[in-house]
């Protein structure tokens, strides 16, 4: 059924949730901006930008027919891998911290990792909605999946970014489950993963560290010591917006990688658990309308851009809650950054136009 109107529920949710994303980069940046030279609300009118920008991205695509987006899967992939490739090149690829993993634009960066989760997903799910009997074979089953996920996640991989390169496995993963591969059929691969997963974790000694840190082998983690203790002083209201001690230069990456703790800090567990509800609510309602998808792509492509969601909000708050090792994942919708953030929104585009063609309020 076509009612011709966008999940109002699903969209409000998302945009409450870019809303607390721009106070909180506020907040969390507003010392560390003035300290360096520039105005305290200099990351704030970025981070605002960015979601203006993302959310006209989402409004121009949620009125485009998601079946069209078919017709780009390939270039689409061609593009991030191309992206990929350009920004391990020394002079093109903007260098931060040891790791090249941006695209200056003058006017601002470009991250292709950003760009290669959705490319991946669109791509499988057009491959999958096409011809799914590639599941069965083992051979094309390579070629057209496994291949292009293994170069898209390795070139990630080596920028070095483990994390993105994860994140975009877990997209396409989710596409392969939601498709229905077989365990057995997809198990050697899995299992190739994870090998090549310690491989780069030993490879690269500051890797092992964090992780030997978190098993309690090794000294402790400044960051999430710091995270904790955001936390604590949170207790149960927190201290109020813009009150938090963090900002103080004391966690580093609090605007980003860390901002679910600056909003334990100052808003408490109260502010915590009304966060967790919206991305609770929106991968719900996204579920919801996968369900009733009006056909194989729409459906693999929701529930994948779902599973995607809530992989980057589980990893970000398990690291700042210290659930898990120290990881660099953008909380959604949330976290600073101008590629993650457009991204995020153009993700949702389609899947606003799906719910146009779904009715929720009926049952199958």
Known sequence: MNTGKIDRPFLMALLMLA??????????????????????????????????????????????????????????????????????????????????????????????????????????????????????????????????????????????????????????????????????????????????????????????????????????????????LAFGTGGFFGRGLGNGKQKFLFLPELQNDFIFANIGEEFGFIGCLLVLALFAFVIWRGFKIAQKAPDTFSYLYTSSVMLLLAFQVLVNIGVASAIIPVTGIALPFISAGGTSMVVIFAMMGPILNISRKVDLSKKR
């Open 19 to 228: 809303g607390i994303g721009v106070i909180m980069v506020f907040s969390a940046s507003m010392y560390e901006s003035t300290m360096s030279g520039e105005k305290g609300y200099a990351l704030f009118l970025k981070q605002l930008l960015f979601v203006i920008i993302g959310v006209i991205v989402m409004a121009f695509m949620s009125t485009v027919d998601y079946r069209k987006y078919k017709r780009y899967y390939a270039i689409g992939l061609a593009i991030s891998v191309f992206l990929l490739i350009i920004v391990l090149i020394p002079g093109i690829g903007v260098k931060v911290n040891d790791a090249r993993r941006w695209l200056d634009f003058k006017v601002t960066t470009f991250q292709p990792s950003e760009l290669a989760k959705v490319a991946g997903i669109l791509y499988f799910c057009t491959v999958l909605s096409k011809k799914p009997e590639i599941l069965k074979q083992p051979s094309p089953l390579f070629l057209y999946c496994i291949l292009p996920m293994g170069v898209i996640c390795g070139l990630t991989a080596i920028e070095p970014s483990l994390s993105a390169a994860l994140a975009i496995a877990m997209g396409m993963i989710g596409v392969l489950f939601f498709a229905g591969i077989r365990f057995k059929a997809f198990l050697p691969y899995l299992g190739l993963g994870l090998m090549a997963v310690i491989g780069l974790m030993i490879a690269e000694p500051w890797r092992l560290d964090r992780f030997n840190v978190f098993l309690g082998k090794g000294g402790y983690d400044y960051q999430i010591t710091q995270s904790l």
